[in-house]
């Protein structure tokens, strides 16, 4: 976990933003959705000051992979995974990667260690995906089809985002019953262990991390 146990004046444009820290040093990234617009905030000094993007289409997804040093972003419209980094205030793509075909559509996508994670819809069905950066090498995916129900609201859910750690994947689910949940699976075979609901959760749209 990191310790985020201070406060950085910053100027919120008030529409939903995508944020990531990198902790090597130190400053974070803020992507906002409605302006197509990218900015370095440095936890030090409090500066803030915009970033080109080099494409148009809108971000979907973007955080940072320490195992990597390096930035990484999902696009929306044509389902771009690129791996970044900054070098005097501009972004230099280290690799463009296809994860998933042109008809399918990213739900979320994050990385742990040398692994890219993904969600994707395919012909309607959910899937999950894993992509060996270190080998270049796609493993095989995995289907959810028939598996979003849950047996105690006796309701069919959609996933909206996961976390990430050596032992757990946990799922920020939103039922048809409009209740927010987590349900916690093992990392290595997708088996599930426990959920709990979101109490009072307004909305919901990421969640952070998954503690061990």
Known sequence: MIDLLFKIGYPHPRSACLICFNEDENYFLIYS????????????SRQIYSINLPFDEPVLHLGYSKNDQLFYVSTRRTNRFLLFRLQQKQIEIE?????????????????????????????????????????????????????????????????????????????L??????????VIHDYDNLVKIHSFDLIDASKPLSIVSTEE
């Open 173 to 182: 689910v939103h039922l048809k019953t409009n209740k927010f949940k987590i």
């Open 95 to 171: 690799q463009d990667i296809k994860l998933i075909n042109d008809k399918d559509h990213f739900i979320s996508v994050h990385m742990h260690k040398n692994l890219i994670l993904f969600l994707y819809l395919s012909s309607s069905i959910v899937m999950f995906g894993k992509y060996d950066v270190n080998n270049s090498s796609s493993l095989p995916s995995i289907s959810f089809e028939n598996k979003l129900y849950d047996a105690e609201e006796k309701s069919t859910y959609k996933i909206i985002d996961f976390a990430i750690n050596n032992s757990y994947i946990s799922f």
């Open 33 to 44: 959705l409605h302006f197509h617009k990218l900015e370095h905030l440095c936890a030090r």
